[in-house]
């Protein structure tokens, strides 16, 4: 975690705990600015336009994130046969983005409780599915005598279908229970609802998670074995002195070795010089819950082009693919990317990824030092709107990167 630059920052449990090392901010400035300067005197000038640096900084910081308070929700409903009670509770908006986390980090998307009030065991065929969109869930179920059995379901979604996905569509959710008799099969329930699918790009907030839990999913748009993200570092690797690209940290302390910063620069030099991308904001989701809408970094790569998360999360993928830890963080209307320079200490790069294509990287370090140095006293009082997302963490919680291409 970051100290001042870089004072101690960890999270535990949806609550931040900040302590600072004074004693050491004044030599881990001095070791940073040395290292910057070392590093910046074996580049090529780059002095981009003052004027159109302010502009892309002043637009990418009115940027928003999250918005409303209206949160999918869970629906329970009740009924029954002769002797068979049957309820079930299932999701009504669909956060398709976010579907592969269903019944892991998220809840199941449909739990059915099936109630045997007869005399006799029951079998049970219990099917759900999501017409158009998932294939059918199916689960067969002996019911003992005066005994409850809970299932869980999360019917597979088509990734065809998924693909298609690019707004808010309204979704059918079928549910069928059958009692099996020896061939004389009887339906004891057979419901449709109507549900809300979001688009594949969606970021929703979730109710029932703390702040920081909903933005620790950022961390399930950062895609480290994304082909595209694979390619990049194929391209980044002919601006690296050895011509190659490396995993994790080596053993080195502080970066004393500049590779984590050989590296990131590459990766900087690979998405301005290949794939011309530049900065770009993008319009706002709008439904029954106005959400953002977050590319994922191989459109980012494709339409070379993202917003300032789009930008931080596609970083972040080739940072995580290379074995470094990436951290996100996150500011009123804006966000930018830490690298970790080491596994020993908690010394980051910060970048404003938002001036590629504008500035070289240094300069883009320079000034996501400057954010952080601003940032830090807000997370240090925990105030709203600014968050300390750590990839590394958000997976060991299971969040993993999105599925969908």
């Known amino acids: 975690m970051p100290q001042f630059i870089y004072g101690i920052l960890r999270i535990r449990e949806g609550k931040m705990l900040i302590r600072r090392s004074g004693s050491l901010i004044l030599a881990i400035v001095l070791i940073f600015s040395t290292l910057a300067c070392n590093l910046l005197s074996l580049k090529e000038d780059h002095s981009p336009d003052p004027q159109e640096v302010g502009n892309i900084l002043n637009a990418a910081s009115t940027e928003e994130t999250v918005f409303s308070e209206v949160r999918p929700a869970n629906t329970a409903v009740t009924g029954s046969a002769p002797d068979i009670e049957i309820d079930y509770i299932y999701t009504d908006g669909l956060i398709t983005s976010l579907y592969h986390l269903y019944g892991n980090v998220l809840d199941h998307f449909v739990d059915i409780t099936l109630t045997n009030n007869g005399n006799e065991s029951v079998t049970l065929l219990v099917e759900t ?10 689960d067969t179920i002996d019911v ?8 869980h379901q999360n019917p597979r979604l088509i ?19 059958t009692q099996l008799n020896d061939g004389e099969d009887n339906i004891l329930l ?5 549900i809300l699918l979001y688009s594949r790009r969606d970021y929703v907030w979730i109710s029932g998670f703390e702040t920081q839990e909903n933005y620790e999913f950022f961390a399930a748009w950062i895609t480290p074995t994304d082909p595209a993200v694979e390619e990049l570092i194929r391209h980044a690797a002919d601006y690296t002195s050895s011509g190659m690209m490396w995993s994790g940290y080596g ?28 900065y770009i904001s993008t319009m706002i989701a709008f439904g029954p819950n106005t959400v953002q809408r977050m590319r994922m970094p191989y459109e980012v790569i494709d339409q070379a082009s993202g917003n300032c998360i789009e930008l931080a999360n ?25 690298v970790r320079m080491d596994e020993e200490n908690a ?3 910060f970048i404003e990824t938002t001036l590629i294509g504008q500035t070289d990287f240094s300069q883009a370090v320079d000034v996501g030092k400057q954010e952080w140095e601003e940032t830090l006293p807000h997370l240090d009082a925990q105030e709203e709107g600014y968050a300390w997302i750590e990839i590394a963490e ?12």
């Open 314 to 338: 596609l970083y972040a993928s080739a940072a995580e693919a290379l074995g470094l830890e990436a951290a996100i963080i996150r500011i009123p209307g804006h966000a930018y990317i830490g």
């Open 347 to 349: 010394n980051y790069y």
């Open 159 to 177: 990734p065809d279908a998924v693909d298609k996905l690019n707004s808010e569509q309204p979704g059918n959710f079928h549910i069928q229970v």
């Open 394 to 405: 958000a997976r060991e919680k299971g969040i993993l990167p999105m599925p969908w291409r």
């Open 251 to 278: 053993g080195n302390v502080n970066d004393e070795s500049g590779g984590v910063w050989e590296r990131l620069e590459a990766i900087w030099l690979a998405e301005e010089h290949n794939y011309n991308i530049t």
């Open 129 to 138: 599915n999501i017409e158009g969109y998932s294939t059918t869930s199916s």
């Open 144 to 151: 003992a005598p005066n005994d409850q059995v809970t299932i």
């Open 190 to 194: 057979k419901e449709s609802s109507q």
